[in-house]
């Protein structure tokens, strides 16, 4: 029986203050490339606030590590905040423990969507 595999899958949501990039699948070197331009395209509105949230993530590499920290690096240019939301555990101890130069900052929620 073939072994299945979740699809890399990004979708970017807008709250009032807030860029959500909530990122489903395996984030591996596949996901980064597949994701990298759209995420690009929707970090040129310079949201104040931009949260990864890997909620749906089941595989994370040094691909998808390395992913986060370029768009920290991106966010941090104008002035922005960027945050992860990650209640996956496995994924959770990569990005806790693996040395990042500065560390990520984590939220326990997500921002509330926008009701316009």
């Given at each position: ?90 994924a959770l101890r990569i990005l806790r ?20």
């Amino acid at each position: 029986m073939p072994e299945l595999i979740a699809r890399p899958s990004l979708k970017a949501l807008r709250t009032d203050d807030s860029l959500v990039l909530r990122i489903a699948g395996e984030l591996d070197l596949h996901a980064a490339l597949h994701h990298g331009p759209r995420i690009d395209r929707a970090l040129v509105a310079r949201p104040p606030r931009t949260v990864a949230d890997l909620h749906g993530v089941t595989f994370l590499d040094c691909s998808g590590l390395s992913l986060l920290i370029r768009v920290r690096r991106q966010v941090a240019r104008w002035g922005g905040e960027f945050t992860v939301y990650c209640p996956n555990r496995k994924a959770l101890r990569i990005l806790r423990y693996v040395d990042v130069g500065p560390p990520l900052d984590f939220v326990e929620q997500l921002p509330e969507p926008s009701l316009s």
